[in-house]
């Protein structure tokens, strides 16, 4: 079969020439469908991208691609009802939890934070054996257990420590039993353990809505006392700050945080979102509010980037949303630790 050979326009950077067998040129002259064409690449010349109308045509494509790909990933999860749900409880409790973490680092409770977690189970497991809403244990059985450990500390004369020891193992240990005997509960062991978010009822949005608003109102309108008692409880008891009324306070916000949370990262995980952001916030800024308002930022960030993780990766939801905030953990310390090193350097 005879060929003929057509120079390709001398801007384009891969193609010097095209040949088209004979036959091949009438039939894409007459149908749409063209016939297979042979390329002869050769790099004789310079060219130039900028000037070939055929790549600005295919930076074109490429970038309408990656634009509708990008799009894409980030509008289709909340085609879905249960995303939309899930999103709105995450950024709660990656809001929530730093802004009480802040306090629980200060008075150094992460212990108890854990303790308190693993503790609720019980509660938990009572509630879905009757067929309510886990709610309905978790809080009453949060509160208790906080208020049982800060009587415990405050008046019976027994070491925080060994309290939210023996109060942890037993009644996490207490909470398994109950779950291992009930039969027909609507959850896994593992969904209780590393949270599931994306199986979020608009009943627990509301429920998590009315929590969060009731933390925050209490933050709000206690925050300077509570500063004040964590960082000198001594001088504060001197003015007349009621500081022991204000531990169990703090000690209640601690498990209305943690039930909050409970649904999205699970009881093992709780502590992570609990600390973690509330940590790297203040290894960035020095002052307390900016480092909870800080804090609350990448506790968001961190739980909107660990669901879309989730979503796309099929992976769950609680170990994701810690892991990113571990992420940003890291990145601050190395940022702060830059920055400490320069100016080091700056004053040597």
């Given at each position: 079969?005879?060929?003929?050979?057509?120079?390709?326009?001398?801007?384009?950077?891969?193609?010097?020439?095209?040949?088209?067998?004979?036959?091949?040129?009438?039939?894409?002259?007459?149908?749409?469908?063209?016939?297979?064409?042979?390329?002869?690449?050769?790099?004789?010349?310079?060219?130039?991208?900028?000037?070939?109308?055929?790549?600005?045509?295919?930076?074109?494509?490429?970038?309408?691609?990656?634009?509708?790909?990008?799009?894409?990933?980030?509008?289709?999860?909340?085609?879905?009802?249960?995303?939309?749900?899930?999103?709105?409880?995450?950024?709660?409790?990656?809001?929530?939890c730093?802004?009480?973490?802040a306090?629980?680092?200060?008075?150094?409770?992460?212990?108890?934070?854990?303790?308190?977690?693993?503790?609720?189970?019980?509660?938990?497991?009572?509630?879905?054996?009757?067929?309510?809403?886990?709610?309905?244990?978790?809080?009453?059985?949060a509160?208790?257990?906080?208020?049982?450990?800060?009587?415990?500390?405050?008046?019976?004369?027994?070491?925080?420590?060994?309290?939210?020891?023996?109060?942890?193992?037993?009644?996490?240990?207490?909470?398994?039993?109950?779950?291992?005997?009930?039969?027909?509960?609507?959850?896994?062991?593992?969904?209780?353990?590393?949270?599931?978010v994306?199986?979020?009822?608009?009943s627990?949005?509301?429920?998590?809505?009315?929590?969060?608003?009731?933390?925050?109102?209490?933050?709000?309108?206690?925050?300077?006392?509570?500063?004040?008692?964590?960082?000198?409880?001594?001088?504060?008891?001197?003015?007349?700050?009621?500081?022991q009324a204000?531990?169990?306070?703090?000690?209640?916000?601690?498990?209305?945080?943690?039930?909050?949370?409970?649904?999205?990262?699970?009881?093992v995980?709780?502590?992570?979102?609990?600390?973690?952001?509330?940590?790297?916030?203040?290894?960035?800024?020095?002052?307390?509010?900016?480092?909870?308002?800080?804090?609350?930022?990448?506790?968001?960030?961190?739980?909107?980037?660990?669901?879309?993780?989730?979503?796309?990766?099929?992976?769950?939801?609680?170990?994701?949303?810690?892991?990113v905030?571990?992420?940003?953990?890291?990145?601050?310390?190395?940022?702060?630790?830059?920055?400490?090193?320069?100016?080091?350097?700056?004053?040597?």
């Amino acid at each position: 079969m005879s060929s003929e050979t057509k120079d390709a326009p001398s801007c384009c950077p891969l193609t010097t020439s095209i040949t088209l067998p004979t036959a091949a040129t009438s039939v894409c002259a007459s149908t749409t469908m063209c016939a297979p064409v042979e390329l002869r690449v050769t790099s004789s010349q310079p060219r130039f991208w900028k000037n070939c109308t055929d790549h600005t045509a295919w930076r074109r494509f490429t970038e309408g691609f990656w634009m509708d790909t990008i799009a894409e990933a980030f509008v289709t999860p909340f085609q879905y009802s249960f995303m939309v749900r899930a999103l709105i409880v995450s950024v709660i409790v990656g809001i929530m939890c730093p802004v009480v973490g802040a306090y629980v680092i200060t008075r150094g409770l992460g212990f108890m934070g854990d303790a308190l977690a693993h503790a609720v189970i019980p509660g938990m497991a009572l509630a879905f054996m009757l067929g309510f809403s886990p709610f309905v244990g978790i809080v009453p059985a949060a509160i208790a257990v906080a208020l049982l450990i800060g009587y415990l500390t405050m008046r019976a004369g027994v070491s925080e420590d060994t309290s939210i020891g023996i109060l942890f193992a037993g009644l996490f240990a207490l909470g398994l039993v109950m779950l291992t005997m009930a039969r027909g509960i609507p959850v896994s062991l593992e969904d209780i353990l590393l949270g599931q978010v994306l199986g979020t009822s608009r009943s627990d949005v509301l429920v998590t809505l009315g929590l969060a608003t009731g933390v925050l109102a209490l933050v709000w309108a206690l925050h300077k006392e509570l500063v004040f008692a964590s960082f000198d409880p001594t001088g504060a008891s001197v003015i007349g700050i009621p500081t022991q009324a204000l531990d169990y306070i703090l000690l209640v916000l601690l498990a209305l945080v943690i039930v909050i949370a409970l649904q999205a990262v699970g009881v093992v995980l709780v502590i992570s979102m609990l600390i973690t952001p509330a940590a790297a916030a203040q290894l960035l800024v020095r002052n307390f509010t900016q480092a909870m308002l800080v804090g609350a930022a990448i506790g968001a960030l961190s739980a909107i980037i660990g669901l879309y993780l989730s979503f796309h990766y099929n992976l769950p939801s609680g170990p994701a949303m810690a892991l990113v905030a571990m992420g940003f953990f890291i990145l601050a310390a190395a940022y702060a630790k830059g920055i400490s090193g320069a100016l080091g350097k700056k004053a040597a």
